[in-house]
């Protein structure tokens, strides 16, 4: 079983605005993939300001998905720029808005990656590997404008840490901004977070973690002292916090919380191949024959896709459910009348009996 990583930080743009916090960004993941997930220094390549063109960064992506066989953890971490583009396709506006990453060669006239780019790389991987993506940077510009400027906006206040932060979005020039003038609410965002042109991803061996929603800022701050990418900083912290032994839900909720209680207005989002895998630690592959967990009440309580799924069900049989993912005290009394109703032992967990019935199989 091999591990390999790809960690990539700007901060020196050529001709861009530059950013503060994204080399320590890569030297903290660094840190944390060698003393808490097994990674040796050979075992990772880092690519930083000038050494990270487009081009190289794409080579040592397809260099390592080659490599990859079953049984191999991987990791792609990105910090830096991120934008939006609507890109012409044959001199036509095409019908969407793209996120992509701000390689140090970034010009507006093609050279960024889009996640079609990425798609194309990781949709090679072989079965039974996995590589877990951590993109620290936005794609957002509202009320984010003017970022070479040290103002602050609304969206990114000042913070219980000592500086003042930065928005990761890269503000599109004007001939880029008129092709979609007035049309931003209408056009449907494809991208790293949202699928891309297609309309479908690879997802079956990656994960991916997104430092914010595709319509927030991603901050550039001044923490206990250095620079560095809120979401990478506390991501890491709470991996240190936990010596790596947290469920990726767990660490995506102790990660919201730390960014909510520091006054960063972006919210982490994290996608996984299956709902298993949101319950294993980073880095971790569940067992491609793992069944669905067992649902029942606890302290706290569960939360999951898997829950919402569960309600959406009854709520569709016809019991009075709010599809929340949340596995409290109303659902637990919602399965058990669904159990007395069914004649099944009446406990209020739900197993693949009660999975059968709801969903067929």
């Known amino acids: 079983m091999a591990r390999r990583a790809l960690l990539v930080g700007i901060n020196d743009y050529r001709g861009l605005s530059d950013l503060r916090g994204c080399i320590n960004d890569i030297s903290n993941m660094r840190n944390v993939l060698k003393t808490y997930l097994g990674f040796g220094n050979n075992d990772i390549r880092v690519l930083a300001d ?3 063109g487009k081009e190289a960064i794409l080579h040592r992506l397809r260099y390592m998905v080659r490599l990859a066989e079953p049984g191999d953890y991987m990791v792609f971490h990105y910090a830096g720029h991120g934008a939006q583009v609507r890109d012409r396709n044959n001199d036509e506006l095409d019908d969407g808005m793209d996120e992509i990453l701000c390689p140090w060669d970034f010009s507006w006239d093609g050279c960024f990656i889009l996640d079609d780019d990425l798609d194309e790389i990781f949709s090679k991987l072989p079965k039974d590997c996995l590589l877990e993506v951590f993109l620290d940077c936005c794609h957002s510009g509202t ?4 970022i070479a400027t040290e103002n602050i906006s609304s969206s990114c206040s000042v913070s219980k840490s000592d500086g003042v932060p930065k928005s990761r979005f890269l503000d599109p020039p004007p001939d880029i901004q008129f092709r979609y003038e007035g049309d931003e609410d209408e056009l449907p965002l494809r991208g790293f977070t949202s699928g891309n042109r297609s ?5 079956l061996n990656h994960i991916l973690w997104s430092a914010s929603r595709s319509d927030q800022p991603s901050a550039d701050a001044r923490i206990e002292g250095t620079y560095n990418g809120a979401f990478t900083y506390y991501l890491c912290k709470h991996i240190r916090n936990t010596g790596g032994d947290i469920s990726r839900r767990n660490l995506l909720e102790r990660v919201h919380n730390s960014l909510r209680h520091n006054s960063y207005h972006q919210v ?3 996608e996984c191949m299956n709902e298993a895998a949101y319950e294993h630690r980073p880095l971790q592959l569940p067992p491609a024959d793992e069944p669905e ?3 029942y009440l ?3 309580y569960m939360r999951g896709n898997d829950v919402r799924r569960v309600q959406e069900a009854l709520k569709k049989m016809g019991f009075d459910m709010i599809a929340d993912g949340v596995f409290g005290p109303y659902t637990h009394t919602m399965v058990k009348r669904f159990q007395a109703q069914n004649e099944l032992i009446v406990d209020g967990a739900v197993g693949p009996v009660i999975r059968n019935i709801l969903f067929g199989s």
């Open 50 to 52: 000038a050494r990270a």
């Open 143 to 146: 009320a984010t404008r003017g």
């Open 199 to 203: 309309g479908m991803r690879s997802t």
């Open 268 to 270: 982490p989002q994290l």
């Open 293 to 295: 967990r067992m649902l």
């Open 298 to 300: 606890t302290t706290p």
